[in-house]
């Protein structure tokens, strides 16, 4: 890991004289530091080592995972966090490109884009690394306890600890300001990874790009008395809630009170502590504590049934993608009680120690409700001493100490060269940090693409030995995992056992099967013994599967000739009050996966050669920029727009908030693409056909008349949105009525007068948030208030009424609502039982709406009525969607493959999605996914060749009768009926080896590689004695 | 048009400025609506005739006429719960002075100030010293008190605060709105 670094310069140590830049080998650097190991982090190191570049995985803590690490589920989909982050970490800590630096802290960064050199200091874990398995005796027998940060202090830690059970790396640290010395860990430590005299290591980086994803803290709400979190024992905030309600958190998953462990039964969540108020330093709303305080609402019903959650709440921001049908469900079918009221105090009842609540009801009547634990919604404040290193790297922050980003580059900070993505640059949920991930990977690996590759190292396996023909030999390694199997399960027994099963030649046990130097071991006993199977008896596949199929490889065998018996997570761990009986289940789990590997046969992914150019469906801001960043990554692009005109939506944005200039973007923007020689732009066009697969589609484009075939490796699609035309609020009943988008237009010409003592009215949500379109339109608060405030700076004197169901401006956009009050713009809320009354009565707009704290409705005259239509998918997307064989969502957004981890892929293979095409959202927002798509894309087109599973199904002809029920249930699009033969062909490349063809095939026609019917079924005969 | 309509064009747009000029309404505009005063404040507690957060939304609104011959602006007791608490810094206690004083010069005062005005007067101070309370004191060891009013005259003298309390300065506007 340690770079060569040239001596230094005479004198650089001196302070005064600015030291002389270091020299560099070559111009550009094919590797990229990521600073930050959250989900954000990880995701932009996964796709830079998928497309080509070294990446070096920096994290501060001794583990990678970050905030998403610490929650029990995800909102909307209240998947298991874990469960899918997860396999990211397993998949960024063993990747061929992925160097990770845990314990570590960027210093100093000095050099110009293209070529870095990134200083970072390592701290001590006093536990070798490279030794450490993670089995935990040293934490079993350490003697001291203290409190466990990740935990948020309800549970105890030991002084030598893992960071999480799931950990990667899963390697222990001492924590040294409460390690007693006692020398336990040390002698107790198996593997022999202790060692105390470990220290500070500093480390040179030669890089070309710098990604920052350091991502965030919680804000600390102890200094807020009113709310007594510290002091009354029943008051949590959501992050200590959400360890309780994990599973192998502090209360094992239940949710009790603090101060006596009795269940609850109300509780009360407050939100915006610490956001959205008034010191100058808490004003921005953090954007994603609304939606999780929902969820652990639902979540914690679902763990404790009987549960009566209440939400305080000042404005509900359920603005994403599905977010508001997750609120609808949560109030109609889960009963939690949302109570519009900012709760300004708290008050402690004693003896009981339940926490009163004074709010008024819509009617104005005041009450008291007694809750027995409280949750505070707590905001998001910039990571911990980053103000100190942005400044080190000269990087700008914005006032209240986040990452400032341009908003036509929104990953971009002020240095060149240095990029930046995650909760640094604004509150914001996984969805948003994973995209823009993907989009700082794109840009980092921008300017170094001509290096791409230059810095990864190919594997290279000896030549497979054939052994299809022998008799099988089989070899089983029996793992101890220090006490995790061999305390309950007794392994030489087991191994004894193995070496009596037909077609085992070898067997032995290894205290850590999965070691460094036990690799080595394996492949020893492979030659000594000639064995053509390997079976392992240890943990879950998921941990180790690949690294054992890897050995095997290296060995000379097929990697396919290896099966796995879990007899960890299946046996010791469930099974540890019954060791005699675990033994006997280990035994059969051994017996079991011997009979399969018996029957193994070698397996050979298919590899397929890829066409480097990719397909761009959309000509708007988005497919403008996914194109031009294929183009400039060195991929040919194909722009196909429908209008004559490129550019979209934009055409009708004329002033920003921010001041900044669209058009005059837009049109740097069109000639950078017209005038790219990779990218081929085709207007007024449409798509014809379309086929293909991964790495290797064909488009026809229908375009003056004439149709061309295209060639191309993937899609991006970037179809954007439209607004709603809608009839509603008398909309076309009098020329004063117009769209939100309207208004932006005539105010941008002038065509508005708005002299004297001219009155609006602004009706949000319209055809939003409603039966039949329940999703929330997003940016319709924010650009409301930007026409408000254009008029009041036209004229401060206007009067304008904004009438909304809430106020939806998120993140630092709450500083334009807040300008907006303080211009004299009133706002009115209102729901759907009270919408406003519109008439047209004698050439004259009438608005009724009821103001629900003076009890009274209020009748406006206005000159202008602007209406926020909602932004709809165009309807072309049914058409397009069936073309390409995409999934549309229930509001007929186009539908990604995961809507957490995954929001820029679909589920089919080389096509990804970007823009309105997938929800309504910001121009800075349309940009960082098109450069996530990019970024996507390239871990495809990067390639010369991309080689698929080798666990795919197979058609037996004979058998099938072309009945489709494989093309229907298979979820990769990867089998289908070739009309012609009538039978099914299966696309090697796409295919998951998921078996849900194999399971569904009426015929037993089609069936999986490497779990055959006769595989299977011969480990079910070992079970009945066989 | 029924009770419970509210015709826009009796409403005054201006007085939200108007009392953002006076000393103490500046930040009444940044009000959200949260509740935090009217949840913390122990005057409504028992009398819901004092909401801030409703005083403030008509004000907001432009009711003037009814925020301004009002009574329920007078009873906060300015002990800055509210002030402590309020999300978005409007500084309530100073906004209802402000208010006040804008009342004030429309010629509406509320009884019980104008009694503080004629104490203050009359006696110098606001709770009158006697001769029954100055027994009691010296009993206790503490020094009699001498009422002298002379210098709160003079600065009531400089202020014309006698006529803004009695109303005086009122020419008639403000109560006095055509219909309802």
């Known amino acids: ?1026 | 048009m029924s009770d419970d309509v509210i015709d826009a064009e009796t409403l005054d747009p201006d007085f939200k400025f108007e009392i953002a000029k006076q000393a103490g309404g500046e930040n009444m505009k940044l009000c959200f609506q949260c509740g935090t005063c009217s949840g913390t404040c122990p005057v409504r507690a028992i009398n819901d005739k004092y909401n801030p957060r409703r005083i403030i939304r008509m004000a907001l609104l432009g009711m003037r006429k009814e925020v301004l011959c009002s009574d329920f602006i007078w009873l906060c007791s300015t002990c800055y719960a509210c002030h402590e608490r309020c999300p978005q810094n409007v500084r309530i206690p100073e906004l209802m002075m402000a208010i006040r004083n804008i009342a004030i010069r429309e010629g509406n005062i509320h009884p019980v100030y104008t009694s503080y005005v004629t104490t203050l007067d009359g006696h110098g101070r606001l709770l009158e010293v006697g001769e029954f309370e100055n027994e009691k004191r010296i009993k206790l060891g503490l020094p009699g008190i001498k009422e002298e009013a002379a210098r709160v005259r003079k600065l009531f003298d400089h202020t014309k605060i006698r006529e803004k309390a009695a109303g005086k300065q009122a020419d008639e506007k403000a109560c006095k709105t055509e219909g309802s």
């Open chain 1, 1 to 1026: 890991m340690n770079a060569d670094k040239p001596p230094a310069p005479a004198g650089e140590e001196g302070a005064g004289t600015a030291p002389a830049p270091k020299a560099h080998k070559s111009d550009k650097i094919g590797a990229v530091a990521v600073v930050g190991g959250g989900i954000a982090g990880t995701q932009a190191a996964i796709d830079l080592a998928e497309s080509g570049f070294k990446v070096y995985l920096i994290e501060r803590s001794p583990s990678l995972g970050g905030a998403m690490a610490q929650l029990d589920k995800t909102f909307p989909t209240n998947d298991c966090a874990m469960c899918i982050l997860a396999p990211k970490l397993v998949e960024a800590g063993r990747h061929q490109n992925i160097t990770l630096i845990t314990n570590a802290e960027v210093a100093e960064v000095e050099g110009v884009p293209g070529a870095f050199w990134v200083t970072v200091k390592k701290r001590p874990r006093l536990v070798d690394e490279s030794k450490c398995t993670g089995c935990g005796i040293c934490t079993q027998r350490c003697p001291v306890e203290v409190p466990d940060e990740f935990n948020k202090g309800l549970k105890l830690r030991k002084a030598i600890y893992v960071k999480y059970p799931q950990a990667v790396p899963p390697t222990h640290i001492i924590d040294q300001e409460h390690c007693i010395g006692c020398g336990i860990c040390q002698k107790q430590c198996e593997a022999g990874a202790i060692n105390y005299a470990e220290k500070d290591t500093i480390l040179d980086l030669e890089v070309g790009s710098i990604i920052l994803a350091p991502g965030f803290q919680e804000f600390d709400p102890g200094p807020k008395k009113e709310y007594g979190y510290g002091v009354f024992p029943n008051v949590v905030t959501s992050l200590d809630l959400e360890r309780m309600l994990v599973a192998v958190g502090p209360y094992g998953g239940m949710v009790l009170r603090p101060s006596d462990g009795k269940v609850p039964k109300k509780i009360a969540f407050i939100q915006c502590v610490g956001s959205r108020d008034r010191d100058i330093n808490e004003r921005y709303c953090s954007a994603v504590c609304c939606m999780f305080a929902v969820k652990e609402a639902i979540i914690a019903q679902e763990h404790m049934p009987g549960l009566k959650p209440y939400i305080f709440f000042m404005d509900l921001r359920a603005f994403g993608k599905e977010f508001d049908d997750y609120y609808i469900r949560a109030e109609e079918e889960h009963g939690i009680k949302f109570i519009l009221w900012k709760v300004s105090n708290i008050e402690q009842v004693e003896p009981s120690k339940n926490l009163k609540i004074v709010y008024e009801d819509w009617e104005g009547n005041l009450k008291k409700e007694e809750f027995d634990m409280v949750v505070l919604s707590v905001g998001m404040r910039p990571p911990k001493d980053m103000e100190a290193l942005a400044h080190r790297l000269k990087i700008d922050l914005n006032n209240y100490g986040f990452c400032k980003t341009p908003m036509f580059a929104p990953v971009e900070t002020s240095r060149p060269g240095i990029y930046v993505c995650g909760a640094f640059v604004v509150p914001q949920d996984i969805p948003d940090s994973v995209a823009q991930a993907s989009g700082a990977a794109a840009r980092a690996a921008s300017g170094i693409s001509a290096a791409r590759g230059k810095l990864v190292t190919v594997k290279s396996y000896p030549e497979e030995k054939e052994v299809a023909d022998e008799e099988p030999r089989i070899g089983v390694f029996v793992c101890q995992c220090g006490i995790n199997i061999g305390g309950v399960v007794d392994v030489p027994a087991v191994e004894a056992y193995a070496k009596t099963l037909p077609g085992v030649v070898h067997a032995e046990y290894n205290i850590y099967t999965c070691s460094f130097d036990t690799q080595s071991i394996i492949k020893e006993r492979i030659r000594e013994h000639r064995l053509n199977r390997v079976v392992v008896a240890s943990c879950t596949p998921r941990t180790h599967g690949p690294l054992f199929m890897n050995t095997v490889r290296e060995a000379g065998l097929n990697p396919y000739l290896f099966e796995m018996a879990n007899i960890r997570e299946h046996c010791s761990w469930v099974h540890s009050t019954v060791p005699a009986e675990a033994t006997e289940k280990a035994k059969e789990l051994v017996r079991m996966a011997a009979a399969k590997a018996r029957l193994l046969r070698p397996l050979r992914p298919i590899s397929i050669p890829i066409v480097k150019s990719g397909l761009v469906i959309g000509g708007g801001i988005t497919g403008l920029n996914a194109a031009l960043g294929l183009a400039e990554q060195g991929f040919d692009a194909y722009l196909v727009e429908k209008e004559s005109e490129l550019g979209g939506l934009t055409k009708r944005i004329y002033f920003d908030l921010s001041g900044e200039d669209v058009h005059g973007y837009m049109t740097g923007l069109i000639e950078k693409v017209r005038s790219h020689p990779r990218i081929k732009v085709f207007t007024g066009a449409r798509l014809k056909s379309f086929s293909g697969y991964l790495g290797n589609f064909k488009t026809t484009v229908a375009h003056d008349g004439k149709e061309e075939e295209l060639s191309h490796g993937v899609v991006i699609v970037a179809t954007g949105g439209d607004p709603l035309k809608t009839e509603e609020y008398s909309y076309g009943k009098h020329p004063g009525i117009m769209t939100v988008l309207e208004l932006e237009g005539k105010l941008a010409r002038q065509e508005i007068d708005v002299s004297g003592r001219k009155t609006f009215v602004m009706i949000q949500c319209v055809g939003s948030r409603e039966k039949g379109r329940t999703y929330c339109s997003r940016v319709c608060c924010t650009e409301t208030i930007k026409n408000a405030l254009r008029i009041k700076q036209l004229n401060p004197k206007a009067a304008i009424f904004i009438l909304a169901k809430d106020m939806r401006t998120y993140g630092f956009r709450e500083d334009w609502f807040r300008k907006a009050r303080d211009e004299g713009i009133v706002f009115i809320r209102f729901d759907n039982a009270s919408k406003p009354a519109v008439s047209v009565e004698g050439g004259q707009i009438a608005v009724t709406v009821k103001d629900r704290v003076v009890g009274k409705s209020l009748k406006i005259k206005p000159d202008y009525l602007a209406l926020a239509v909602a932004t709809v998918p165009p309807p072309d997307n049914l058409e397009l969607a069936k073309l390409l064989k995409v999934p549309l969502s229930k509001d007929r957004f186009f539908l990604e493959a995961h809507m957490k981890l995954r929001p820029l892929d679909f589920a089919s293979e080389g096509i990804f999605l970007a823009g309105l095409a997938h929800s309504p959202k910001f121009i800075e927002e349309c940009v960082f996914q098109a450069n996530g798509a990019v970024s996507r894309a390239c871990t495809i087109l990067s390639r010369d060749r991309f080689e698929g599973e080798g666990i795919t199904s197979q058609v037996d002809e004979e058998k099938c009768t072309g009945c489709r029920t494989c093309e229907f249930v298979c979820p990769y699009g990867a089998v289908k009926v070739d009309p012609a033969k009538t039978k099914a062909v299966v696309a090697e490349v796409l295919c998951k080896g998921c078996g849900t063809c194999s399971a569904g095939c009426p015929k037993r026609a089609i069936t999986m590689r490497q779990f055959t019917n006769e595989q299977i079924l011969s480990q079910v005969d070992c079970l009945s004695g066989g």
